[in-house]
């Protein structure tokens, strides 16, 4: 019925306009340290069951080969978030940090929260604490605190997350250790924003050890991670995504018009 046709033709086209929602956030952060895109995944709707496939039909000894069966449409299932290695940039600055392989940076969140972060670009405060670069300055976990008489050039960060600061006399002194995290399932992961995540039931509890161990990657100093949104291929999905909801849209339309024979035809 074309009735039918008009409500999922209006599935359709909403679940496109969140998936339009969806590329034009990658696109939009194309170039935020440690982003990873998302893509959206649908789901078929329930069926119409007109008639039953296997039946016995009119004839003797015969069953029917197919039935009928109409769908109602498409929804969104979930957002999934694709936690693939980003390409790497080096910058030179000292304390930035591109982790190579599995695992989060920690910071801690207002009101003493855990997040966890795939970007590196981390400053040192007026207390010498390192924080991320972001507009709230969260501030590392766990990170040691760089005193103010070391100039910034003098700090270098190791492969395993050690902190080390050279000293006039040429000597070195280690300032401490971080420690990375992984998690089972990463898409599971809540996005809190200022390219911050925090944990889920859906993404387990955090695997915490030294860079390097446990599964985890190893730290890449003075680098950083760059989004994985590919321009490209975000672009091609938008055009695509577009047409397919313009054909929902005609559909809509096709289906308006059938109705409209059908109540002339009534009157």
């Known amino acids: 019925m074309a009735i039918t046709a008009l409500h999922t033709a209006a599935t359709g086209m909403q679940a496109l306009s969140t998936k339009i929602d969806v590329i034009a956030n990658n696109i939009a952060n194309a170039d935020t340290v440690g982003y990873k895109a998302a893509r959206t995944n649908f789901q078929d709707l329930l069926y119409q069951l007109r008639a039953q496939p296997g039946v016995q039909t009119s004839a003797e000894d015969t069953k029917a080969p197919l039935g009928t069966q109409v769908g109602l449409g498409v929804a969104l299932s979930n957002t999934q978030t694709m936690f693939r290695q980003g390409s790497f940039v080096q910058t030179g600055e000292p304390l930035d940090a591109m982790i190579q392989g599995d695992g989060f940076f920690q910071v801690e969140l207002p009101g003493g929260g855990t997040g966890y972060t795939r970007a590196g670009n981390f400053v ?71 390219n911050i995540y925090t944990q889920t039931a859906a993404s387990g509890e955090p695997i915490q050890a030294l860079a390097g161990q446990n599964g985890l990657g190893t730290v890449v100093p003075a680098t950083l991670e760059q989004s994985t949104t590919e321009a490209v291929t975000e672009l091609v999905e938008l055009i695509k995504t577009q047409r397919v909801f313009q054909m929902n849209s005609q559909t809509i339309q096709a289906a308006d018009q059938a109705l409209q024979v059908v109540a002339s035809l009534r009157t």
Not at 170 to 177: H, I
């Open 124 to 194: 040192r405060n007026p207390n010498g604490e390192l924080v991320l670069g972001d507009a709230f300055g969260h501030r590392l976990k766990d990170a040691p605190t760089i005193p103010q008489d070391i100039p910034i050039n003098n700090v270098s960060i190791t492969t395993d997350g050690r902190f080390v600061a050279t000293k006039q006399d040429g000597t070195q002194e280690d300032l401490g250790q971080i420690q990375l995290v992984r998690f089972v399932n990463p898409a599971g992961l809540l996005q809190y924003g200022s």
